[in-house]
């Protein structure tokens, strides 16, 4: 039998989520962002469930090439825009469209042989100081844009948010105003809102959104869970116990001895580990479903095994399922046990992990 581990992920799910986006933002178009293989869904069955989405966002060409390959003929974004002289012509070849956020890119531009026009979003640095030009020079780079042959029309004028998840923040109404100042008077569409800023921002939505984590139903606020922000889940990791033992007060669980039994107490052995993607910083006294009870995890967690203490759910036994996140246990209860993102975590699931589409 192969190995109980697996990644389900729930079509239906990344729908609804993309409904709930259309409903927050109903007068924006939605570029679905399915970078990072669909946020760690699968790229190809994510696009295809999303097939509803006006333009998908990667940040690689081979992810837009294997989009194309797959049938998807919807609009497709490069994030990051070209980086050197070849991905010119194969973003036309695949119809893709280029983010331009930086000078060495004009300087691409500058020498393209040339062909059917690329559209280009041209990115402006607002405050976040990752990528785009210096807001102040949006008219400058614009007009250069637009004096290239190679170069489409209708540029898109975007930027990019830092702070959008703290809904109350100062920083992304400074944003906001940094771009509106810069793009006054330029003609184009505008794109600002991450899936936070299509959550908590309305004022930013404008003519395009850009929400990735939000469609897999996972949440990068503080605190919220995906569920909280009215998002379902697409994605449950999901095991069985492979071992279950009585052990005595004093007994020491796992590598390192690193859970004592403060009593008598029974212990589950799950078939996932960090070797699946399962963080090992969540360390012990994380939350996990074992049927349906809440258990924890006790002791470190080691690369195909972790051990759980049964004493809430005496009834389990070999066999018994086990969920690590997803459906009945929110992401990101575990990872803020492992101090990250349940964006994080459900990036980080190996290959090993078999997927499953339900
Ligand atoms: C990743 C990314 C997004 C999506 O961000 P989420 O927080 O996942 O919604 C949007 N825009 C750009 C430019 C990105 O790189």
Redesign the pocket.
């Given at each position: 039998m192969s190995r109980a581990t697996s990644a389900t992920i729930h079509t239906d799910a990344l729908r609804q989520n993309l409904q709930l986006i259309r409903r927050r933002a109903p007068s924006s178009r939605v570029m679905a962002?399915v970078?990072a293989d669909g946020y760690g869904h699968g790229l190809e069955r994510v696009a295809r469930a999303l097939q509803g989405a006006d333009a998908f966002?990667v940040?690689a060409l081979s992810d837009a090439e294997r989009l194309r390959a797959a049938g998807l003929s919807q609009r497709i974004v490069l994030?990051s825009g070209p980086d050197e002289p070849d991905d010119l012509a194969l973003l036309r070849r695949l119809q893709v469209d280029a983010v331009i956020h930086h000078a060495s890119q004009l300087q691409l531009l500058d020498v393209d042989p040339g062909g059917a026009p690329i559209r280009v979003w041209l990115k402006l640095d607002t405050g976040m100081h990752r990528l785009g030009f210096p807001a102040v020079d949006a008219a400058q780079v614009h007009a250069r844009l637009r004096a290239l042959p190679g170069v489409a029309d209708d540029i898109v004028l975007m930027t990019?948010f830092a702070c959008s998840d703290e809904f109350s923040g100062s920083a992304t109404h400074a944003q906001m105003r940094c771009f509106d100042d810069a793009v006054r008077g330029l003609p184009g569409e505008h794109s600002l809102s991450?899936?936070?800023g299509v959550l908590g921002w309305p004022e930013a939505h404008r003519h395009w959104v850009?929400?990735?984590?939000?469609l897999y139903g996972l949440s990068?606020v503080e605190g919220q869970t995906g569920l909280d922000l009215g998002l379902v889940p697409a994605m449950t990791l999901s095991t069985r116990l492979i071992s279950v033992k009585d052990v005595e007060a004093g007994a020491s669980i796992g590598y390192g001895g690193a859970f004592v039994a403060p009593a008598a107490m029974r212990i589950g052995i799950a078939a996932i580990g960090y070797g699946d993607g399962y963080p090992r910083h969540a360390g012990s006294g994380c939350p996990i479903l074992v049927g349906n009870t809440i258990a924890r995890t006790v002791g470190r967690v080691s690369m195909d095994l972790m051990a759980i203490d049964l004493s809430t759910a005496p009834e389990a036994g070999v066999g018994s399922p086990v969920i690590a996140w997803g459906r009945g246990l929110p992401i990101e209860t575990v990872a803020a046990k492992a101090d990250t993102l349940g964006?994080e975590l459900a990036c980080g699931i190996t290959r090993r992990v078999r997927f499953i589409e339900d």
């Open positions: 962002v970078k966002g940040a994030l990019h991450n899936s936070a850009r929400p990735g984590g939000a990068a964006y």
